[in-house]
């Protein structure tokens, strides 16, 4: 597969874009990574197949694209002055009907992902990588502010913990995540490890 990079020329319009992702979003709900086909992509917008392949090259690429372009800002954009007040804006930018939503989404693509190395390629390159990125200024931010020490270890795993807490909810509760879930789990688990004091009582 080739590097994904370079973006394509392309006439679409960023309305256009944005309707063609909402509607890869619906049919991955509908019918899952595996049962979704250009075709079917091509007959729900009204597009050509030759459109979608030109612009997004195929399925995996195209996939990956609707979901970075389904998430709301970046996370390196939040900054409250606090770690705290970062990470609480960060799981809290959706409610938690969408935070459902999508969390049901992103589990349904969990297998897909492992065994599908195209798909797995675009995830890390649209997904996983700029979102690495976007957390590492997030904490470099809280490490220039005093509130962390450089060489605190939990530093590279803050990602690890965050995932964790949305996928394993789920898991074991059998409940999805939500706001308050989140915001409880960053005070309870992801600052401590970073050794930010707790949360002062009002």
């Given at each position: 597969m080739a590097g994904l990079a370079a973006p394509r020329r392309s006439r679409i319009t960023p309305e256009r874009e944005a309707e063609l992702y909402e509607a890869v979003l619906d049919l991955l709900r509908e019918v899952g990574y595996d049962a979704l086909t250009m075709d079917a992509v091509a007959a729900r917008t009204r597009s050509s197949k030759a459109t979608l392949y030109r612009q997004w090259g195929g399925k995996p690429e195209l996939v990956a694209r609707a979901i970075r372009h389904s998430k709301p800002g970046r996370a390196g954009d939040i900054d409250t002055g606090s770690l705290r007040g970062d990470l609480y804006a960060l799981v809290t930018r959706e409610d938690d009907c969408a935070m459902e939503r999508n969390?049901?989404?992103?589990?349904?693509?969990?297998?897909?992902?492992?065994?599908?190395?195209?798909?797995?390629?675009?995830?890390?390159?649209?997904?996983?990588?700029?979102?690495?990125?976007?957390?590492?200024?997030?904490?470099?931010?809280?490490?220039?502010?005093?509130?962390?020490?450089?060489?605190?270890?939990?530093?590279?795993?803050?990602?690890?913990?965050?995932?964790?807490?949305?996928?394993?909810?789920?898991?074991?509760?059998?409940?999805?995540?939500?706001?308050?879930?989140?915001?409880?789990?960053?005070?309870?688990?992801?600052?401590?490890?970073?050794?930010?004091?707790?949360?002062?009582?009002r």
């Open positions: 969390s049901a989404l992103m589990r349904g693509l969990v297998m897909a992902v492992h065994n599908n190395p195209d798909l797995l390629q675009a995830f890390k390159e649209l997904l996983i990588e700029p979102e690495l990125d976007e957390f590492r200024r997030m904490l470099r931010r809280a490490v220039d502010r005093g509130e962390v020490p450089a060489d605190n270890p939990a530093r590279e795993f803050v990602v690890h913990m965050m995932l964790g807490a949305f996928a394993t909810r789920a898991l074991i509760e059998d409940r999805p995540p939500t706001q308050d879930f989140l915001t409880s789990y960053i005070d309870a688990v992801v600052l401590p490890a970073l050794g930010v004091p707790a949360k002062t009582p």
